[in-house]
């Protein structure tokens, strides 16, 4: 790279607008959408659909709600011809769905455009030729008069060739293709002049399209230059004012939306931003964050999962796992802080029943794009306390007391730090449940019987120790107390419990309960026992045996032994 790369480059100028309008505004309402992942998209593939293919994308497009859809440029090639040809010949456009095709200013590619068009109901012809000096100075060697004549006759031709099919009812649209570098009068003289021979009106509507054909400046002066021609065209009342924003600097979404914020009312794009180079703008993303706001799209992306896999398998090009949205991974948080504020906000959402979506770190709904809540918080070494016991509260419904959740995290913790990978949800669970005793309990309770009087609890029950069985007495001024002074008495383990709690997996009157105890031995040392069970007193006494099985002698506690290889990692 340069050191001094202004001896190379140079910037592009602004606009002059200092009474700009839209900085002030909001977008309140979805704009027209176009789809152009047929025409634009598919021209930019390295191997382009073949019929198969595009076919299952326009199912695809009709299912998500386009209404207008830029199917082709029939001249570009035969495949492309066909297409259109199928689609008008095998009744495939919906009554309300208007197909668009694409031609350059010259007259044998406009007169093979109507002959792939002829017996469309509803069609709208896109003309477009190049208007900026970069392109009438290297490119065509044409002066600004020579450039506007040429888009004056394919205009015409266009007009005439409608006239004579009166059958279809036909849009227009003209777009001076490199608008964005185009100087702002220019591009008003040469739309004028196309308009003058189209005469827009409520019979013959006219889209005036004004792309972004390679971004060479920051968003807010593509607003500028929008909001600028939608000020002085003559015939702003009478026209659609469309925008094509391409991804050049990476900011083709922020174009669009500052765009629209200038007065267009039309976006054309394609799904995930596929395109030349680094894409057309975005519609899915655009659709969401409107949708994000609070405004209908109009479009229907309630199950984002199929979205993504016809438009890979199409495109036969992948969808980023960080990609707005759609990405594997955008609902998902593996940092400790965030996995807390995410599970505090569901759970604050639940207790208060809200209605209004207010979610830490989640601008939407996962489900209601289709996602589930699974994929919300997964569990590696950069996970806290609230990841693992996320992932135990939606799979199993356990709420994990403030201390146990810290408790269990270290040791999610060393696993993490020793394979170095995700946790996966089944290991996160085996996990927990051999470290606390869920499974494979080292004191099992077999049977307990107690009595209980005024001031006095007494405690029969007989325990499962190492194949064997054994029988425990103890009595104080609860079942757990004299749980606890039984274990004194027939193992010798002095203990106090310094936690308890206790909740029910379900609503109904014959859910499980689970318990959770926490001990503390003589010298301090505290564990943790858990054990669920369709009785409360037996879940109790079981979490207790569970977490006095921590201070029984080597020789008879069962080790925990923590998960295998191929269920840790994802």
Partial sequence: MLTQPKEKYRAFPVIALPD???PDRQLTKAPRWLSTDLRDGNQALAEPMDAERKLAFWDLLLACGFKEIEVAFPA???????FVRDLIEQRRIPEAVTIQVLTQAREALIARTFEALQGAPRAILHLYNATAPLFRERVFG?????????ACAGARQIRDGCDARPETHWTFEYSPETFCFTEPEFALTICEAVADIWQPCAARPMIVNLPATVEVNTPNVYADQIEYFCRHFSRRDAVCISVHPHNDRGTGTACAELALLAGADRVEGCLFGNG???GNVDIVTLALNLYSQGIAPHLDFSDINKVTEV?????QLPVHPRH????ELVFTAFSGSHQDAIRKGFALRQQRQETIWQMPYLTIDPADIGCSYEAVIRVNSQSGKSGAAWLLEQNHGLTLPRALMQDFSQRVQQETDLHGKEMTQRAIWRCFCLHYGVEQATLTLLEAESRSDVDMTRLEANLGINGGSRRLRGSGNGLLSAAVDALRRALGLELTIADYHEHTL????DSRSVAYVCCLNSQGERAWGVS???????ASLQALLNAATAFLPEENRRQAQPPAGDETSR
């Fill in 76 to 82: 570009a090639s035969q495949t492309d011809f066909q």
């Fill in 324 to 327: 707005p949205y759609a990405g």
């Fill in 20 to 22: 700009r309008q839209w």
């Fill in 506 to 509: 379900g609503k109904r009157s």
């Fill in 532 to 538: 669920i069970d369709s009785d409360i007193a037996r």
């Fill in 276 to 278: 030349e180079r680094t």
């Fill in 142 to 150: 044409q002066s600004q008069a020579e450039i506007v004549a040429l």
């Fill in 311 to 315: 438009v890979t398998r199409c495109n």
